[in-house]
């Protein structure tokens, strides 16, 4: 091949690399569904836990600007819900079950949404030693002009309440409901790293 073809052949090769990235960058910013992808974001068994804005991805254990769901311990060993308002997590039956079978829809009015906080020990509804633990929310997203949007998170649990980590979360960037464990269609993908997520505080009973 003579110089001139290889340098063609490059030219084109890279204007072909160039124009999916460009499409890529399209349908990520025109997808509903922004998700994480694979994260590991220890939450600490303690009464701080994680503070995590599902906007930009923001964690620790002091709470990031515009923070959006609140994982903890009031009691060792324990798993808590808190959130930014009393209207953060999703219940499915009125504000004592939380943890989501597969595809449920999370949306619809601010009354189905609750903050249990140190009143409730969320740990036997949770699947210990298992990553099959989904949970509802519901967030503004100030990132657009704060609108109330709705999300789901994975957690991964050990042997008790205590043991546990975030692995996976997604959100609806357009104000409609999403489902438990529902991820960007091909064609329409949106990470998180490339489109978008983030979280604030308070103090629990």
């Known amino acids: 091949?003579?110089?001139?073809?290889?340098?063609?052949?490059?030219?084109f090769a890279v204007a072909a690399v160039a124009a999916v990235a460009a499409g890529l960058a399209s349908s990520s910013s025109q997808a509903a569904i922004v998700w994480s992808g694979a994260?590991?974001?220890?939450v600490p068994d303690n009464i701080d836990g994680v503070y995590l804005n599902v906007?930009?991805?923001?964690?620790?254990?002091?709470?990031?600007?515009?923070y959006d769901i609140n994982p903890y311990s009031a009691l060792a060993g324990g798993f808590y819900l808190w959130g930014p308002t009393t209207n953060t997590w999703f219940s499915s039956n009125g504000g004592t079950?939380?943890?989501?079978?597969?595809?449920?829809?999370?949306?619809?009015a601010i009354t189905n949404f609750f903050r249990p906080g140190g009143a409730t020990d969320l740990?036997?509804?949770m699947n210990l030693n298992s990553t099959d633990n989904l949970l509802g929310f519901r967030f503004v997203n100030e990132a657009l002009a704060n609108q109330v949007q709705?999300?789901?998170?994975?957690?991964?649990?050990?042997?008790?309440?205590?043991?546990?980590s975030i692995i996976e979360y997604a959100y609806e960037?357009?104000?409609a409901s999403i489902n438990a464990g529902q991820v960007p269609a091909p064609g329409a993908f949106a990470l998180l790293g490339l489109a978008g997520m983030v979280g604030g505080r308070r103090r629990r009973a």
């Open 1 to 11: 091949m003579t110089t001139l073809a290889k340098r063609l052949d490059k030219h």
């Open 39 to 42: 994260v590991n974001i220890a």
């Open 55 to 66: 906007v930009n991805g923001a964690s620790g254990a002091l709470p990031p600007a515009g």
């Open 97 to 108: 079950q939380f943890r989501l079978t597969s595809g449920t829809a999370i949306g619809g």
């Open 123 to 125: 740990t036997s509804q």
């Open 150 to 164: 709705f999300g789901w998170v994975r957690f991964s649990f050990g042997a008790n309440g205590g043991s546990r």
């Open 173 to 175: 960037n357009t104000g």
